[in-house]
């Protein structure tokens, strides 16, 4: 029941951003670097599938390491009423702080140190109005996520329902050049 109450507060908050900041900025106001030299996973949820996400997408995430993508998360939150504003800010960040540390101990279950840049990797969007859903053909109400592989120049590579299209977009990630790195002894 409580996890019922948490996301009904999550998806509050949520609802109550504009439109505008859900398609440049997550729920913490930062920019979405997509496009902007690192690969992307972009999942389209919304609360009748949290469960689904909740169950595969971190382990999915931890799946394409090596690739280091971004991953966003944007939920449609068309319908959620406005007045859970103040308890879902604060679920949202609990939540969002929580799926950091999962991943975290994920990494440390593995005998793995957890990448530096994680903060910067992981971002939740609003969307209020259901446009980048609908854009995707998501009506309001739709029962399956829908998951991106976005390339590092923020085309999109692959999309499918998750989790069953997640070999195919673990596939187009990792089939992008490896970035290049370039040091300072090479200038």
């Known amino acids: 029941m409580r996890i019922l109450v948490v ?17 440049a900025a997550d729920v913490f ?17 919304n609360r009748d599938t949290r469960d689904v996400l909740r169950e595969n997408a971190l382990r999915f995430a931890y799946e394409l390491r090596r690739e280091n993508p971004i991953v966003v998360v944007h939920v449609d939150l068309r319908g959620i009423p406005g007045f859970f504003m103040g308890a879902a800010s604060r679920e949202i960040r609990k ?3 929580d799926s950091l540390e999962r991943i975290r101990q994920l990494f440390r279950d593995q005998g793995q140190q957890p ?8 971002y939740m969007v609003a969307d209020s109005n259901g446009a ?5 053909g998501l009506e309001k109400g739709f029962r399956q996520v829908l998951v991106q592989a976005v390339s590092p120049s923020g085309r999109e590579l ?3 329902p998750f989790p069953q299209a997640a070999k195919a ?17 090479s200038r």
Do not use: F, K, N, W
């Not at 999550?10 to 900041?21: N, R, S, T, Y």
């Not at 990448?115 to 992981?122: F, R, Y």
């Open 7 to 23: 996301l009904t507060c999550l998806m509050g908050l949520l609802g109550a951003l504009p439109a505008q900041a859900s398609a």
């Open 29 to 45: 106001g930062r920019e979405i670097p997509l496009g902007q030299g690192r690969p992307a996973v972009v999942l389209y949820a």
């Open 132 to 136: 980048p859903h609908r854009a995707l």
């Open 158 to 160: 692959a999309r499918g």
């Open 169 to 185: 977009i673990g596939q187009a990630i990792e089939a992008l050049p490896p970035r290049r790195l370039v040091s300072s002894l």
């Open 115 to 122: 990448p530096a840049d994680l903060e910067d990797s992981l």
């Open 95 to 97: 939540i969002h702080h």
